[in-house]
């Protein structure tokens, strides 16, 4: 499934314009790099792409189906004193493996409330739900904030292998 952009604008308020006449082209099984200093609209782009952000100018063209999904740059828990475990099996279709299973966190390390938790521990629970269902679209924000070396290593070969 193919994603078009088409001089995709947006500014906050009355301030200067964040992005600016963006297009781009998304083929199945490309991968694509968003680089550019902190705050020129890197974020901002992917949340237009991802229909978090609806009030922008320009023309976004996807199919009805397209399935997307963005990594954040940092997690938000709305109940940090839930367990990694339990907040995944809330999130993620039944059947789905285990936190554990994917090799995502040990069996104390899921049974951990999130507030216990680092945050490069919270990130793998964000990168398993993802990674339960996953999208015709991966868009990753900043994708290796508060992962350790290893686990940076890993979602990398695991991205040469994504079919998506």
Known sequence: M?????NVSIRYGDGPMVVHNV???AQPGQVTTLLGPNG?????LLKILDGTLSDYGGELIMP???????????????????SAEDVFD??????TPSLVSLG???EEQAATPLEDL????RRRVSLGVILASPPDLLLLDEPTNHLSLVLAE?????????EG
């Open 40 to 44: 020129c609209g890197k974020s901002t």
């Open 104 to 106: 995502l966190m040990n």
């Open 64 to 82: 009805e189906e397209m399935t997307i999904a963005r990594l954040e740059q940092d997690d938000s828990w709305p109940d940090l004193t839930r």
């Open 90 to 95: 809330s999130l993620v279709p039944d059947g």
């Open 118 to 121: 680092s945050l490069g521990q």
């Open 23 to 25: 297009s781009l082209d």
């Open 2 to 6: 193919k994603l078009n952009a088409k």
């Open 154 to 162: 890993e979602l990398e070969v695991a991205l040469a292998d994504f």
